[in-house]
C-alpha cells in the first residue's frame, strides 16, 4: 500500500513538472495578446498574468521583458527601477552611503577616495560650505562604462538589450539622466553587436542586392512621407540625443555659476526649465535648486526663493531645497519663516538617522547628501535653531530687510520702488504659481498633481504676502522722505524770503514815505514770487532772485532823483 502511494506521488510530481511549463507558456501568450491592445486595462491585466508566470518560473526571460515593457507603457516608472535595479550604473558604481552606518569600514572609506580621486575636475568638486553656499560634484563617466564593460563581458549572450533600453527610458524620466545615458549608450552598442553578429554569415551578394533594390525603388518612385512609427532603437537614438542636450545645458550653467557669471547660469537653467519638449519632474526640480543659487548669486533673492518652492512642491523631502530657502529667509531676517524650514529639515535628518538610509528608494539620487555626513549636519543644525531663537527672543522678529528682497536701494525713488514691485507682483501671483507643473513630466504613479500644485499656491501665497507687506513698508517710509522733502524747501523758501525782508528794510531806512511805500511794493512782490516758486532751491534762489532785485531798486530810486548812494557790504553778498 506504501509503495502504490509512493509511485502515485511520483507521477503527481511529474505530471506537475510537466504541466507547469505549459502554463507559464499560456500565461505569457495570453499575456502577448493583451499588450497587443495597447489599451492600459488590458496592460494591466497583462502584468497579472505575468506576476502569475514568474511566480512559477521566477527567471523567465520572456516574462520579465513582457513586464518591464508593460511598465514602460503603463508610465510606472519606479517599478521599472525596482526590477531591474541591478543594472542601473550609479547603483553599482557608487559607495552605498544610504544603506552604510556611521562607522563605516576602512575599505568602504578606501573605495569613496578612490571614486572622488577619479572623478573629472571640470566643475567645482564636492564640497560643504558652512554658510549654505552651492556645492556640486562631477559624474564619474568612466566608472560606469568600466562596470558595463565588464558587466557586458561577462554574460553578452544570455542578457538581451531589451534591459539596457527599457531600463535607460525608465531612468530618463525619473530624472536620472547620466544613468540613461550610460544604459541607452549600451544598449545601442548591443544592437550593432549583435547585427554585426548575424551579417557575418550574410553572403556579399546579398549586401549587392540590397543596395540595388533600394536605390531602384528609390530612383523609380519619390520619397513618401514616413507613416510608421518609429523602431524602439530611433526611439532609443532621439531620446539620448534629448537626454545629452540637458546634461550639456546643465554643465554649461553649474560652469557658469562657478565662474562668477550668474546671469548665464539663469539663462541656461531657464532653456532647460522653459523647453518645449516635458522635463522629468526630479531633473527639473534639480535645476530649480540651481537656478535658486544664481538667483541669489545675482541678488534677486525674491526669484530664488520662488524656486526653491517649486523645487520643494515637486518634492517635500528635499534637503537641498530646503537649505536653500532656509538660508535666503535667513538673509532677509525673515527669522520665523528660517526657523520653520530648519524644524521640518531636522525632523528629516531624525528620520534618517532613525531607518539609517536617506529617504526613498536605493537607486534615488541625493544630490549633494551623503548619510554619513547627516549626524554632523544634524549637530550644526541644532546649533543654528538654537542661534535664531534666542535672535527671535531678542526681538528680531519683525526686521525683515524688504530692500534686498524687492531688490531696491535704501533712499529709492517712488518709481524705482512701483517698477520692481508691479515685474514681482506680476511673476509671483499664487493663481500663476503652479503653471510650472503644465511644462513637467510626471509619472502616473506620481502623487497626486493637486496636492502638488495646492503646495506651489501655499508657498506663492507666503512669498507674495512677504513681498506686499515689504512694499507697503517701503513706500511709507519714501513718503516720509518726500514729504521731509517738501518740508525742508518750504524752510528754505521761508529763509530767502525773511532774507529778503531784511534787505528790503535795510534799503528803505530815511526814505519818505511814498518812495517806501514803491520800494516796499517791489520787494513784496518778488518775496511772494519767491514763495510761489518754493519748488526751486534756495541756494540758486537766493544767489539769482535776491540781486536782480536789488538791480530794480536802484533803478526805482533814481527815477524818483534820489541819486546818492545806498551803503552795501558786497563782502556778505555771494552771486
Known amino acids: 500500500m506504501e509503495m502504490e502511494v509512493k509511485q502515485w506521488h511520483h507521477v503527481l510530481s511529474e505530471m506537475a513538472a510537466i504541466g507547469v511549463p505549459i502554463i507559464v507558456d499560456k500565461y505569457v501568450r495570453d499575456a502577448r495578446s493583451l499588450i497587443a491592445t495597447q489599451e492600459p486595462s488590458d496592460v494591466s491585466a497583462a502584468v497579472a498574468l505575468l506576476d502569475a508566470a514568474l511566480a512559477l518560473s521566477p527567471r523567465l526571460e520572456a516574462a520579465l521583458e513582457l513586464k518591464a515593457r508593460s511598465f514602460l507603457f503603463l508610465r510606472r516608472y519606479r517599478e521599472v527601477a525596482d526590477m531591474l535595479h541591478d543594472y542601473i550604473p550609479s547603483y553599482k558604481v ?89 544604459l541607452l549608450q549600451t544598449g545601442r552598442r548591443l544592437a550593432s553587436a549583435a547585427f554585426r553578429r548575424e551579417s557575418v554569415c550574410w553572403s556579399d551578394d546579398s549586401f549587392t542586392f540590397s543596395t540595388a533594390a533600394a536605390a531602384a525603388a528609390a530612383s523609380a518612385n519619390p520619397p513618401a512621407p514616413p507613416t510608421a512609427p518609429p523602431s524602439e532603437t530611433e526611439s532609443a537614438s532621439h531620446l539620448l540625443t534629448h537626454i545629452k542636450l540637458l546634461l550639456r545645458r546643465r554643465a554649461a550653467a553649474l560652469a557658469a555659476l ?135 527672543a531678542a526681538g528680531e522678529v519683525s526686521d525683515v530687510d524688504y530692500y534686498a528682497l524687492i531688490g531696491v536701494r535704501r533712499g529709492c525713488t517712488r518709481s524705482e520702488l512701483e517698477r520692481a514691485h508691479l515685474l514681482l507682483s506680476l511673476k509671483h501671483k499664487p493663481d500663476k504659481a503652479a503653471a510650472f507643473v503644465d511644462r513637467l513630466e510626471f509619472a502616473d504613479d506620481y502623487r497626486d498633481f493637486d496636492a ?102 536802484g533803478s526805482l530810486l533814481s527815477q524818483v532823483g534820489l541819486n546818492r548812494g545806498i551803503p552795501v557790504k558786497y563782502e556778505a553778498l555771494s552771486c
Open 94 to 182: 557608487a559607495p552605498d552611503d544610504s544603506s552604510s552606518s556611521l562607522g563605516s569600514s576602512a575599505a568602504d572609506h578606501s573605495a569613496s577616495h578612490h571614486l572622488s580621486r577619479e572623478r573629472a575636475n571640470l566643475l567645482s568638486p564636492h564640497r560643504e560650505l558652512s554658510d549654505g553656499g552651492r556645492s556640486f560634484r562631477c559624474f564619474s563617466i568612466s566608472d560606469l562604462r568600466r562596470k558595463f564593460l565588464a558587466s557586458l563581458s561577462k554574460g553578452c549572450e544570455k542578457e538581451d538589450q531589451w534591459r539596457y533600453l527599457v531600463l535607460g527610458q525608465a531612468c530618463c524620466h525619473l530624472g536620472l539622466m547620466e544613468d540613461a545615458m550610460v
Open 258 to 392: 562657478d565662474a562668477g557669471l550668474p546671469a548665464e547660469a539663469i539663462r541656461h537653467f531657464s532653456k532647460i526649465l522653459d523647453s518645449r519638449r516635458g522635463v522629468p519632474h526630479a531633473f527639473a526640480a534639480a535645476c530649480f535648486i540651481g537656478r535658486a543659487a544664481a538667483y541669489r548669486a545675482a541678488g534677486r533673492l525674491a526669484e530664488a526663493i520662488a524656486d526653491s518652492n517649486r523645487a520643494l512642491a515637486l518634492d517635500l523631502t528635499s534637503i537641498p531645497a530646503l537649505r536653500a530657502r532656509a538660508d535666503l529667509f535667513e538673509a532677509v531676517r525673515s527669522i520665523p519663516d528660517c526657523l520653520r524650514d530648519l524644524d521640518h529639515l531636522k525632523l528629516l535628518y531624525d528620520s534618517v538617522l532613525r531607518d539609517r538610509k536617506l529617504p526613498g528608494p536605493p537607486w534615488r539620487p541625493h544630490h549633494d547628501v551623503r548619510y554619513h555626513d547627516i549626524p554632523a549636519s544634524h549637530r550644526a543644525l541644532t546649533a543654528r535653531i538654537q542661534q535664531l531663537r534666542a535672535r527671535v
Open 452 to 553: 502638488v500644485r495646492d503646495q506651489a499656491r501655499m508657498s506663492a501665497l507666503i512669498l507674495y504676502r512677504l513681498l506686499q507687506k515689504g512694499y507697503a513698508r517701503i513706500m511709507a517710509a519714501v513718503i516720509d522722505e518726500e514729504a521731509n522733502e517738501k518740508q525742508r524747501a518750504k524752510e528754505a523758501a521761508a529763509a530767502v524770503a525773511a532774507a529778503v525782508a531784511v534787505q528790503a528794510a535795510a534799503a528803505t531806512e530815511g526814505l519818505p514815505g511814498s518812495e517806501k511805500a514803491k520800494v516796499d511794493g517791489v520787494l513784496g512782490s518778488k518775496g511772494c514770487g519767491v514763495v510761489r516758486g518754493e519748488k526751486s532751491a534756495a541756494v540758486s534762489v537766493f544767489q539769482g532772485v535776491f540781486c536782480r532785485d536789488l538791480a530794480v531798486v
